[in-house]
């Protein structure tokens, strides 16, 4: 039983379930609340308008048929770890009906892949006024927000109020910056397509706070400084040291008094596994509610449950820290589960999980993307910029897309999209 449909999650149910689920050693199950898959570290394009979500966006049920696991929709809100079952919320359409009732499965091995979620730390007015771009849908109303802010601001007679076409980005990790980037670029794209009383430069505003004393800051100093000299170039606010101390519905008040004004706000700041797992019969979780695992990824209270991805604090020895809550992760461990669940399956013993870091790459939308490269292969560390950074970074996607669709697939639907954007708006427009 794998709950969680994300990078990990998905990648694992999805091989597990073309080796053992297919030979009839197993029946593999995915319980996700969404129906539908995105890549979460797409989802700053999709706010932007600058990916179409339908296009890329991967359905449950058909991955579950074309790839031998059963797909369960609903959200793990409980855990009986006596009798071995997950427990299942019911699930509720738009209407107030429902569509499936309150659920328990059972397991023989459960993996927890349940993601991260944006840590508030109680800041007032968050809940109210901003939004966190944790789902596609999140994403999506940003973008329909966007929209609707430049016709707006297109339409009306009178000049724009102090707010209007700004934004605040709350949080300057590597979502916030590239929101930042692909944002300058997209509104200019958008109001290109005839809202021709917006002036770009003079009229739209974006601000990137920093509680940190840089941009970027889990991320090495030189990635940040090259990343924040792009920002500045093109006339992105850059606010660091800057804690904020609520969120208003017309903009952002600093713990130094200090208001900046904006009309759209982004709350990137921060990192948290979901509340439910703080309590989840008796599993030891730390600070940020992650489940606290062993080196072969069996949390530490129960052998017969596994944790991966950004809900689990993985230790990391080589750093005498816990693994990082990155997409290589994810990817990572979903691998090595598959191969230690065939070795648990034989009866064999399950062998160390060990993290290879590869480096870290940003991108910022059309303009650039930097990077530092790690390992064997560069001698240690290397920061790459430009267009080689381009292709690997792009390359990270499609690595998560072949470990779910295969050679052939991937390679006919990556023509498929090179041709439908030649046909199309290269922003969306609605």
């Not at 091989?15 to 297919?22: D, E, M, Q, S």
């Not at 600093?254 to 509340?275: C, F, N, R």
Request: with cysteine; hydrophobic share 40%; glycine share 8%.
């Amino acid at each position: 039983m794998i709950v969680g449909g994300g990078a990990g999650g998905l990648e694992l149910a999805t091989k597990l379930g073309n080796t053992v689920g297919k030979r009839g050693k197993a029946r593999i199950q995915l319980i996700d609340k969404a129906r539908a898959h995105l890549w979460k570290p797409l989802l700053h394009e999709v706010a932007a308008g600058s990916m179409d979500l339908g296009v890329h966006e991967l359905n449950y049920l058909a991955q579950s048929h074309w790839h031998h696991f059963r797909y369960r929709l609903g959200e793990m809100v409980g855990l009986d770890r006596q009798r071995r079952e997950v427990q299942v919320a019911p699930v509720i359409d738009e209407d107030g009906e429902e569509i499936t009732p309150r659920r328990a499965f059972s397991y023989d091995t459960l993996v927890i892949a349940v993601g991260s979620l944006t840590n508030d730390f109680g800041t007032p007015g968050v809940k109210e006024h901003a939004i966190a771009l944790e789902t596609p849908s999140d994403a999506a109303r940003f973008h329909r927000r966007l929209v609707n802010a430049l016709m707006r601001a297109h339409a009306q007679s009178e000049p724009l109020r102090p707010e209007q076409l700004q934004v605040a980005i709350i949080g300057a990790g590597a979502t916030g910056v590239e929101l930042a980037a692909e944002l300058h670029n997209t509104t200019r794209e958008l109001v290109a397509y005839g809202l021709d009383r917006i002036d770009p430069d003079a009229d739209i505003k974006l601000n990137v706070i920093e509680a940190a004393e840089r941009i970027l800051p889990a991320l090495p100093q030189r990635l940040s400084d090259a990343a924040s000299r792009l920002l500045q170039s093109k006339g992105v606010r850059v606010c660091t040291s800057a804690r904020v101390a609520e969120v208003l519905p017309n903009g952002v008040r600093l713990a130094s008094g200090q208001t900046v004004a904006a009309e759209l706000v982004v709350w990137a700041a921060g990192v948290k596994a979901p509340d439910f797992l703080r309590d989840l019969d008796g599993l030891e979780t730390n600070r940020a509610n992650q489940l606290i695992v062993k080196q072969t990824l069996q949390t530490t209270r129960d052998e017969n449950i596994f944790a991966i991805g950004d809900c689990a604090a993985c230790p990391w020895p080589a750093k005498n820290s816990n693994v990082p809550p990155r997409a290589q992760a994810a990817h990572q461990q979903a691998t090595h589960l598959v191969r230690q669940i065939a070795n648990r399956l034989a009866g064999k013993r399950l062998r160390p999980y060990r993290y290879r870091d590869f480096g870290s790459l940003v991108s910022l939308g059309e303009y650039t993307t930097v990077g530092n490269l790690m390992g064997a292969l560069v001698g240690g560390s290397m920061m790459i910029e430009g267009y080689i950074a381009r292709v690997m970074y792009t390359s990270l996607y499609k690595m998560h897309e072949l470990a779910l669709h295969g050679c052939t697939k991937v390679a006919l639907d990556t023509l498929a999209r090179l041709i439908t954007r030649r046909t199309e708006p290269h922003v969306k427009l609605h």
